[in-house]
T-cell receptor, first 113, second 114 residues
Framework: TQLLEQSPQFLSIQEGENLTVYCNSSSVFSSLQWYRQEPGEGPVLLVT?????EVKKLKRLTFQFGDARKDSSLHITAAQPGDTGLYLCAGRPGGTSYGKLTFGQGTILTVHP | SAVISQKPSRDICQRGTSLTIQCQVDSQVTMMFWYRQQPGQSLTLIAT?????????ESGFVIDKFPISRPNLTFSTLTVSNMSPEDSSIYLC???????????FGQGTRLTVV
């Protein structure tokens, strides 16, 4: 079973601060996805990274996939209260396990006004 | 993307009873999955719902406790059987449109067993 270690588990910051969430594994993933989930809703896909070393930007969010495709990070610049939520990384293993995702433990982010 | 309708959105059930959760997708999808999530925590895969055949269960989950049906490419059900308070959780349906593409999720079913 491929495991994803996500950290930190909790993050409480003030509006305007920067933050980084990490997702690490000893295994290689064919792709890695980041989701954001709000209470009472299912996870919503933010981005998928596929290529080792890939960097993707989504407004104030920057996603990076490690060169070896074993780790990823999510960096938020100038966080806003609307960024509050549960952030989840999820890796798709290679081979025939199409569609199956391994999730990290999640990061609960709270941004205070 | 896909629009996923999951019903019910929440329920409170007596221990020893069973609840069936429905997942309806607005288009034919390659794969459907069922996850369990404790509030504020991550997702654990229960099983892959296979169309026309028995579901494939992950370690720790068995068919007698979580029977799953998938009669066609747009619909699946998950039953939580003989419920106990430990089954209180959020249950999520997920779909993949085609091999190698992103997964999309329903809004979840919040189950409380009393």
């Amino acid at each position: 079973t491929q495991l994803l270690e996500q950290s930190p588990q909790f993050l409480s910051i003030q509006e305007g601060e920067n933050l980084t969430v990490y997702c690490n594994s000893s295994s290689v993933f064919s792709s890695l996805q980041w989701y954001r989930q709000e209470p009472g809703e299912g996870p919503v896909l933010l981005v998928t990274v596929v290529t080792g070393g890939e960097v993707k930007k989504l407004k104030r969010l920057t996603f990076q996939f490690g060169d070896a495709r074993k780790d990823s990070s999510l960096h938020i610049t100038a966080a806003q209260p609307g960024d509050t939520g549960l952030y989840l990384c999820a890796g798709r293993p290679g081979g025939t396990s199409y569609g199956k995702l391994t999730f990290g433990q999640g990061t609960i982010l709270t941004v205070h006004p | 993307s896909a629009v996923i309708s999951q019903k019910p959105s929440r329920d409170i059930c007596q221990r020893g009873t069973s609840l069936t959760i429905q997942c309806q997708v607005d288009s034919q999808v390659t794969m459907m999955f069922w996850y369990r999530q404790q509030p504020g925590q991550s997702l654990t895969l229960i099983a892959t719902a296979n169309q026309g055949s028995e579901a494939t269960y992950e370690s720790g989950f068995v068919i007698d406790k979580f029977p799953i049906s998938r009669p066609n490419l747009t619909f699946s059900t998950l039953t939580v059987s003989n419920m106990s308070p430990e089954d209180s959780s959020i249950y999520l349906c997920s779909v993949v449109l085609s091999l190698g593409t992103e997964a999309f999720f329903g809004q979840g079913t919040r189950l409380t067993v009393v």
